[in-house]
């Protein structure tokens, strides 16, 4: 299982900046979550400490069934790209209160976020390139054309999935 140290915080009721972290286990939720997206997704949780551990890796289309709890935060990026997805457009997933302690399976639709209008027509770009030095020959001032090699470079290799080597999770 692989691990991500990065932290990170949300605003809770109150305006204070809290840290994503599972709090207990007391009440089991059953998910199915879907991948509506056209890209791999990483499926990660974020354990006691609020560290990122990485749980599935979910093809197009496909879906992963979990036993979690109510107060287990999950989160879903790109693959390649670590662009972060959503469901019900928000970044970190908590099941809501309803899905507490039912004996079935509640679906969960992975999605993408609302796009910059650069970034949708970078991804785009990217995708139709034959490869990542092809970004050179398009005029585009020059900081747009490296990022835009960068990005055709990184949407063509997926990250192997790092076992956690001390098996501490």
Known sequence: MAINDELVYEVNEKGENVLVKSINSDHQAYLRFTNLTSRPVDVWWRDFAGKKRFYERMEPGAFYDINSYLTHPWEFTDASTGEHYVINNKFVFRAPERAGDLR??????????????????????????????????????NILSRELAELAASMRRQPPVEENPDNTW
């Open 104 to 141: 079935y399976r509640t679906n969960w639709n992975i999605t993408v976020s609302v796009r910059s209008l650069k970034s949708t027509a970078m991804l785009t770009l990217a995708s139709l390139l034959p490869n990542p030095e092809a970004a050179s020959e398009l005029d585009l001032p």
